[in-house]
T-cell receptor, first 113, second 112 residues
């Protein structure tokens, strides 16, 4: 079954404690991206990757890092989380050149206290 | 930059037809998508338009006018399970990445 898998689904952490949200897709897609979703603001892109070792900033990259060492995985790293990063996060992947619809992971609800 | 507008909330009756509008301004338009998102769940793909006109897919249809920067999603024979948020997203090729930019979503409530 074609899917994008994120882990964990829910996470409560404290300010400053580094965390990683994993994302993996089994569709051999080149393009992957991370979004955060906040009430009234919609989905905003954090980072995207057009292929292995190729990453770039989206609209709201501050406080986040990503890496793309393998085609299937695209982890999101928060080196020093802060309460304003409390949000619902989605990973998504798409076929070559970003053509076609995006497939989304189940989401990760992050709370930073 | 991108500017995508859609109504925040709509209410419609079971069995009826509802039209959700989306207007956009973008410099590198390369397609428009509609997604459905139930509360707390992932968005799922509904429809895609890149050329002007109507695309029909069962109870769902989507229309695009590129000259007007306008799209709508039409839902027919509404069912209770159609209560969800509907997201309009524009694909932009300006950076060469064909990134997707989303509107804030329209929360549709279907009432009996």
């Amino acid at each position: 079954e074609a899917q994008v898998t994120q882990n964990p689904r829910y996470l409560i952490t404290v300010t400053g404690k580094k965390l990683t949200v994993t994302c993996s897709q089994n569709m051999n897609h080149e393009y992957m991206s991370w979004y955060r979703q906040d009430p009234g603001l919609g989905l905003r892109q954090i980072y995207y990757s057009m292929n292995v070792e190729v990453t770039d900033k989206g609209d709201v990259p501050e406080g986040y890092k990503v890496s793309r060492k393998e085609k299937r995985n695209f982890p999101l790293i928060l080196e020093s989380p802060s309460p304003n990063q409390t949000s619902l996060y989605f990973c998504a992947s798409r076929g070559g050149q970003g053509v076609g619809e995006a497939f989304f992971g189940q989401g990760t609800r992050l709370t930073v206290v | 930059g991108q500017n995508i507008d859609q109504p925040t909330e709509m209410t419609a009756t079971e069995g009826a037809i509802v039209q959700i509008n989306c207007t956009y301004q973008t410099s590198g338009f390369n397609g428009l998508f509609w997604y459905q998102q139930h509360a707390g769940e992932a968005p799922t793909f509904l429809s895609y338009n890149v050329l002007d006109g109507l695309e029909e897919k069962g109870r769902f249809s989507s229309f695009l006018s590129r000259s007007k920067g306008y799209s709508y999603l039409l839902l027919k024979e509404l069912q209770m399970k159609d209560s969800a948020s509907y997201l309009c997203a524009v694909r932009d090729h300006q950076t060469g990445a064909n990134n997707l930019f989303f509107g804030t979503g329209t929360r549709l409530t279907v009432i009996p």
